[in-house]
């Protein structure tokens, strides 16, 4: 990307700069961000450049920030919008609370306008919600992806992190009370959104087809605003977009913005993506006065200082939040009928199990189990370090749907069968766990160890390693077979941290 002039929000703000890689074949990406980001976000940034024609292996975030906000400041002069869209677009990043996806960053808005809003960073500095910043981002997300592409006439404004910021807040996901908070968020992401597309009150107002928003929350004043923003909404008339609001998957600028659980969706697992407690984590135990090490000698005792996220939880949560959104993603397997319901052996409260640290290929996995008071298996999850963040969501949905069919009463030996030797990268040599000694895959590893320690099999074949799993060749992949020998293979973008 050029060279540009820096916003004066960016001025005082201490930077560090950290070379991330695509591949080791290629050059790293020198990305420079705030000192205080992690390199989840350098990752995000770098993802964000190498779409970029030419890509970019040099990036500064203030500067590339500004080459896609100057456009926007411009037309909002151009338009008389009188809002100081430069101003609040930089703070939105530097603040880490929103920024728009993928096609505004390398300069095609008009193949698809996005912008994330981060929740959890909309909390103030006395652990309350500022709904009143939330209102202000989502409306001006809407100005800067008009002025972005004019001609479009479907935006996605999206919210993301609800688990992050209910962690926070020390509301279980899957509550009443959680669903109320998402429903109040949806609105006023919705009526803001809508009040901002048709900001000049020339159109007629129409009735609105979403619903009510809840009465009250736990959290003070949210119910007000969301009042406010459906009236805002009746108020301006109809919008001239088609669609405003939306749940998007997670992409690079989540991971930019620190958002580690994409959209409404509940965390499966504790871990981040380093292997330590998820920000996520470690604020619910701070806001349930827990240290690390009483949360650990509570999970010793057979006890969870967490909240257990399941499948229902999740599509209750997609289902409160539905009504109000014009775009949200597939709803998750709902365990609907009689049948399921009389047939699922739901976990205890309070569960035994243990999680297995191994080296699978040079790549760390966390295995975590959950079992039942019998002992036998009920659930797993799976944490992985050095993986991309698509990678990193395929396995969690992986494991979740296994743990859904354990608690549904599939015998392990059947997922044993049929996940074993299943062949993509990462693979090789397993390390840090006695009872494997090579795995085809993270997930041949994981129903090898399984089945070694819940089900006595030691007749498993070890997998014939193929010369690609040798040399180390260990950047995942879909699963699908590996390319035949002499074929070229496919470009991938699992970026790496590769140096500081």
Request: with cysteine; net charge negative; glycine share 10%.
């Amino acid at each position: 990307m050029p060279t540009m002039k820096t916003h004066r929000t960016w001025h005082g703000v201490r930077m560090r700069q950290i070379a991330v890689g695509a591949d080791p074949d290629e050059a790293p990406c020198l990305v420079t961000l705030p000192t205080a980001w992690d390199d989840t976000a350098a990752a995000g940034l770098a993802a964000l450049a190498a779409e970029a024609t030419p890509p970019a292996h040099r990036i500064h975030l203030a500067t590339a920030a500004h080459a896609w906000i100057d456009p926007i400041e411009r037309g909002a002069r151009d338009s008389g919008l009188g809002l100081p869209m430069a101003e609040r677009l930089h703070r939105l990043l530097l603040l880490r609370r929103g920024a728009p996806t993928e096609t505004v960053w390398i300069g095609r808005p008009e193949e698809g306008a996005g912008f994330v809003l981060n929740l959890q960073a909309f909390l103030d500095s006395g652990g309350q919600f500022d709904a009143a910043d939330f209102a202000e981002a989502v409306e001006t997300a809407v100005h800067a992806l008009t002025l972005a592409a004019p001609a479009n006439r479907v935006l996605h404004i999206a919210m993301a992190d609800l688990f992050g910021l209910l962690a926070a807040l020390g509301i279980d996901h899957g509550s009443a009370a959680a669903r109320d908070i998402a429903r109040a968020l949806a609105t006023i992401l919705r009526g803001r959104a809508d009040a901002a597309s048709a900001h000049d009150g020339s159109a007629p107002r129409v009735a609105l087809d979403w619903p009510e928003p809840p009465a009250q929350t736990a959290l003070s004043g949210l119910a007000e605003a969301a009042r406010a923003a459906r009236a805002a909404a009746e108020q301006a008339g109809t919008p001239r977009h088609r669609m405003t609001t939306a749940i998007l998957p997670p992409g690079p600028v989540d991971a930019l913005l620190g958002v580690e659980t994409g959209g409404i969706a509940p965390a499966f697992s504790p871990l981040g993506p380093t292997g330590g407690l998820s920000k996520a984590t470690r604020a619910w135990l701070a806001v349930s006065g827990l240290t690390a090490e009483e949360a650990l000698a509570m999970v010793l005792a057979g006890g969870s200082p967490l909240p257990v996220s399941g499948a229902q939880a999740h599509v209750a949560m997609h289902d409160a939040v539905a009504p109000f959104l014009h775009v949200m993603p597939p709803s998750p397997v709902a365990l609907d009928g009689p049948a399921p319901r009389a047939t699922r052996r739901d976990l205890p409260g309070r569960r035994t199990g243990y999680t297995q640290r191994a080296m699978v290929g040079g790549h760390r996995i966390f295995l975590r189990t959950g079992e039942y008071d019998d002992g036998s298996l009920g659930e797993i999850s799976i944490a992985l370090l050095k993986e991309s963040p698509a990678f990193r969501g395929l396995m969690d949905s992986f494991a979740a749907s296994v743990s859904i069919g354990l608690q549904h009463g599939v015998p392990l030996d059947s997922f044993v069968e049929a996940f074993t030797l299943t062949r993509f990268g990462p693979a090789g040599a397993v390390e840090g766990d006695p009872a494997v000694r090579k795995a085809s895959s993270l997930i041949d590893y994981t129903f090898r160890h399984l089945a070694a320690n819940y089900l006595g099999r030691r007749d498993l074949p070890d997998p014939e390693m193929e010369e690609t799993d040798i040399a180390g060749d260990t950047s995942p992949l879909l699963p699908m077979d590996l390319p035949a020998e002499g074929s070229p293979r496919a470009r991938r973008r699992g970026f790496r941290v590769v140096g500081k």
